[in-house]
């Protein structure tokens, strides 16, 4: 089994910045396609980023394309979400999840975190 606990959420102004983390415990997932999804009150539940086990391909979709840069160190066994330039409509909780056998948007993701609150004030 794995655990991932996700941290780095808040509160902050429009064009801000903030950095999540995403700690998996259990078992190494240095050969796991990550990713981070989000779900904004009213809504289903969204992709938003993706890396591939080496770190090598990574995945946005549009609406975070240059602003948030998706990363993870294997020996810490953590990934990140840096998500810059924030808008109002990032506001969302968001989830790391791990897939162990894929990548990517519709990769089959086993493994969800708790989330975590960003909430962006415009």
């Known amino acids: 089994q794995v655990q991932l606990v996700e941290s780095g959420g808040g509160l902050v102004q429009a064009g801000g910045s903030l950095s999540l983390s995403c700690v998996a415990s259990?078992?190494?997932?240095?050969?796991?396609?990550m990713g981070w999804f989000r779900q904004a009150p009213g809504k289903e539940r969204e992709f938003v980023s993706a890396?591939?086990?080496?770190?090598?391909?990574?995945s946005y979709t549009d609406s975070v394309k240059g602003r948030f840069t998706i990363s993870r160190d294997n020996a810490k066994n953590t990934v990140y979400l840096q998500m810059n330039s924030l808008k109002a409509e990032d506001t969302a909780v968001y989830y790391c999840?791990?897939?162990?056998?894929?990548?990517?948007?519709?990769?089959?993701?086993?493994?969800w975190g708790q989330g975590t609150q960003v909430t962006v004030s415009s």
């Open positions: 999840a791990a897939a162990p056998y894929d990548y990517g948007p519709v990769a089959k993701y086993d493994y």
């Open positions: 259990g078992r190494t997932v240095s050969s796991y396609g």
């Open positions: 890396i591939s086990g080496g770190g090598i391909v990574t």
